[in-house]
């Protein structure tokens, strides 16, 4: 699978793309698996992304991708539409990407050379003029991936997101089904890691977004 471009990293539905998903979705509903199969086309590449960037593997995420779309299908009755069809994806990406790096032995690192990676972390970025675009856009991808590390589970998620899948606040909060205020904290004490990490001296966090 190919990297997403900065410019089209997120799935922007028109009018009637949303309209064509939704039916897709209430055919799935009612039984339809070829309906499903077009949702996995349509959503695979940014879910493997996730997942690859998260879990710096590509073998295993391949595997969460496929964990994660069969989660889909077998819960795709229970999806009520309070919520965009890609958020409840992404909460359940998010969660299987968690759920893997908590079971990995403490200490344990997957540093991998940027050729079988396949996901330039730099290019990838979403850039708004913020120091802390500036910061990791600045460092090379190996440097970023080993300063990742060091975030706690729920901080890169955050940070996965935030700038890499280029999701709101508001929207992280409907992910991952935590207070505004929580992913702000997680989102600002993981920016000082990887700042420290980097061996770089506090910046000032612009509220607006970054």
């Known amino acids: 699978m190919d ?29 339809d698996d070829s309906a499903f199969n077009r949702l996995v086309l349509k959503w695979e590449k940014a879910i493997y992304n996730l997942t690859l960037r998260f879990l710096q593997d590509p073998d295993e995420a391949l595997e969460t991708t496929q964990e ?16 965009r069809f890609s958020t ?32 330039p972390l ?3 970025l979403v850039t708004r003029g913020s120091s802390e675009s500036d910061l990791i856009r600045a460092e ?12 706690s589970p729920e901080q890169r998620a955050v ?21 505004l205020s929580t992913i702000k904290s997680r989102l600002y004490s993981g920016l000082e890691v990887l ?6 001296t506090p910046l000032k966090v612009q509220e607006e977004g970054l």
């Open 195 to 200: 700042k420290v990490r980097l061996g770089r």
């Open 122 to 124: 730099d290019r990838n």
């Open 3 to 31: 990297s997403i471009s900065s410019k089209n990293r997120r799935v922007e539905a028109s009018p009637g793309e949303a309209s064509l998903e939704a039916s897709w979705i209430n055919s799935c509903q009612a039984g």
């Open 140 to 151: 090379t991808r190996h440097q970023v991936r080993e300063a990742l590390e060091h975030l």
């Open 88 to 119: 409840w994806l992404y909460r359940i990406a998010v969660n299987h990407c968690i759920s893997r790096l908590r079971r990995r032995p403490p200490g344990s690192h997957h540093s991998l050379d940027d050729a079988r990676l396949g996901i």
């Open 68 to 83: 994660v779309f069969l989660s889909a299908y077998r819960n795709i009755r229970q999806f009520r539409r309070d919520a």
């Open 159 to 179: 940070v996965e997101l935030k700038f890499f899948q280029d999701l709101t606040f508001e929207e992280i909060a409907a992910v991952i089904q935590v207070p």
